[in-house]
């Protein structure tokens, strides 16, 4: 299933600085879109969310970016701390359907002292 | 905060056993899902449950798995004869509304043997 693909496995950047993660999808039915940060033996955490009908939904530190033409989201997370690194799942849904999410592979985010 | 629990952190079985796994969801989430994370794989979809029925189901959810709410807060997820690509982490899920957020619990681990 690769209707939902995060091509990065691994990010790594300086505390302070932004990190972006980045999120690539091929099922244009897909209106919702989210991502969750998970901790090793923790469940997906959610993080932060987009409509379709949006490009930008902005909440504290992080900011979701949509381009449907694109087929793409990125996560942008300013400025990173320690305690960001976890995995980041993107995950996308149709919510006229049930909303079944359909999750990346995710990506490793290491923020560095 | 409100949370969704689930019991047990860690299940080992033998080949062909039953298995049941079980979630508390947030008291008041009227929809429920389980997904399943293989090592090194994606987080799947397996079922979504609303209204004491299954609203969808994957191909994963073959006729070994069934989902029960046996009371008002109780949500669980039958294997009925396990099979060593069972094993996975299974994560049950619960939200508000038909769209939103999914808020997902800590996971089972499962290791058929």
């Known amino acids: 299933d690769q209707q939902v693909k995060q091509n990065s496995p691994s990010l790594s950047v300086q505390e302070g600085r932004i990190s972006i993660l980045n999120c690539d999808y091929t099922?244009?039915?897909?209106?919702?879109f989210l991502w969750y940060k998970k901790y090793p033996a923790e469940g997906p955490t959610f993080l932060i969310s987009i409509s379709s009908i949006k490009d930008k939904n902005e909440d504290g530190r992080f900011t979701v970016f949509l381009n449907k033409s694109a087929k793409h989201l990125s996560l942008h997370i300013v400025p990173s701390q320690p305690g960001d690194s976890a995995v980041y799942f993107c995950a996308a849904s149709v919510r006229t359907s049930g909303s079944r999410l359909t999750f990346g592979e995710g990506t490793q985010l290491t923020v560095n002292p | 905060e409100p949370e969704v629990t689930q019991t047990p952190s860690h299940q080992v079985t033998q080949m062909g056993q039953e298995v049941i796994l079980r979630c508390v969801p947030i008291s008041n989430h009227l929809y429920f899902y389980w997904y399943r994370q293989i090592l090194g794989q994606k987080v799947e979809f397996l079922v979504s449950f609303y209204n004491n029925e299954i609203s969808e189901k994957s191909e994963i959810f073959d006729d070994q798995f069934s989902v029960e709410r046996p009371d008002g807060s109780n949500f669980t997820l039958k294997i009925r004869s396990t099979k060593l690509e069972d094993s996975a982490m299974y994560f049950c899920?619960?939200?508000?509304?038909?769209?939103?957020?999914?808020?997902f619990g800590p996971g089972t681990r499962l290791t058929v043997l």
């Open positions: 899920a619960s939200r508000t509304g038909p769209s939103g957020e999914q808020f």
């Open positions: 099922n244009s039915m897909f209106d919702y």
